[in-house]
């Protein structure tokens, strides 16, 4: 149980396009969705968390026009890098953290690897 | 100031031994969990072992314990029986609750753990 997944597992696009990121849970309904970044060798840095039907809390310094977050049912949440640069190249990951838990455990999708070009 | 302090960057450990890895925290809440995340090279984070801070035993799941020393604020990973598989970074995170009421994780700088056959 506690399955998340990410699509796409790699993306290539242009400068200047946007870029949609989808997070799913598989097998349990997630009250709150969390976006992470990853640069090489580094560890992760969260960016937003998001409850289901309501807006995305964004951490200080993220962009909320930058980095849209709709987190629309309790098993889908979505990242949308808009208008993509070089520098937002970069290895994103969601995890989500269910209802009936026992504990608070964030389980992890396998992650999104965005190279802008 | 860090709230998740990994002074190893890397370990090295035989296969079939046990190893070590160390984390301590920072924290003012009397509630917190910690948990302890693998990440191999694929890059999917793995959840593998959670302690709350009112948890009277030491986690163990499997090969994996938790050395948890509330006193030192410490609350290191033990693998026994090392396997080649278990070759990946290492990261601990700590479940910090938020001034608006919601929670977020913070995460250590890592340990990459190398196993040697």
């Known amino acids: 149980g506690a399955v998340v997944s990410q699509h796409p597992s790699r993306v290539i696009c242009k400068s200047g396009t946007s870029v949609k990121i989808e997070c799913r849970s598989l097998?349990?309904?997630?009250?709150?969705m969390f976006w992470y970044r990853q640069f090489p060798k580094k560890s992760l840095m969260l960016m937003a968390t998001?409850?289901?039907?309501?807006?995305?809390?964004?951490e200080q310094g993220v962009e909320k026009d930058k980095f849209l977050i709709n987190h629309a049912s309790l098993t889908l949440s979505t990242l949308t890098v808009t208008s993509a640069h070089p520098e937002d190249s970069s290895f994103y990951i969601c995890?989500?953290?269910?209802?009936?838990?026992?504990?608070?455990?964030?389980?992890f999708g396998p992650g999104t690897r965005l190279t802008v070009l | 100031a860090q709230k998740i302090t990994q002074t190893q960057p890397g370990m090295f450990v035989q296969e079939k031994e046990a190893v070590t890895l160390d984390c301590t925290y920072d924290?003012?809440?009397?509630?917190?969990?910690l948990f302890w995340y693998k990440q191999p090279s694929s890059g999917e984070m793995i959840f593998l072992i959670y302690?709350?801070?009112?948890?009277?035993q030491n986690a163990t799941e499997g090969r994996y314990s938790l050395n948890f020393q509330k006193a030192r604020k410490s609350a290191n990973l033990v693998i026994s029986a090392s396997q080649l598989g278990d070759s990946a970074m290492y990261f601990c995170?700590?479940?910090?609750?938020?001034?608006?009421?919601?929670?977020?994780?913070?995460f250590g700088k890592g340990t990459k753990l190398t196993v040697n056959p």
């Open positions: 995170a700590m479940r910090e609750n938020t001034q608006g009421g919601s929670e977020k994780l913070v």
């Open positions: 924290t003012s809440d009397p509630s917190y969990g």
């Open positions: 302690q709350g801070s009112y948890d009277q």
């Open positions: 998001s409850n289901e039907g309501s807006k995305a809390t964004y």
């Open positions: 995890s989500a953290r269910g209802l009936f838990f026992s504990t608070d455990t964030q389980y």
């Open positions: 097998d349990f309904q997630a009250t709150t």
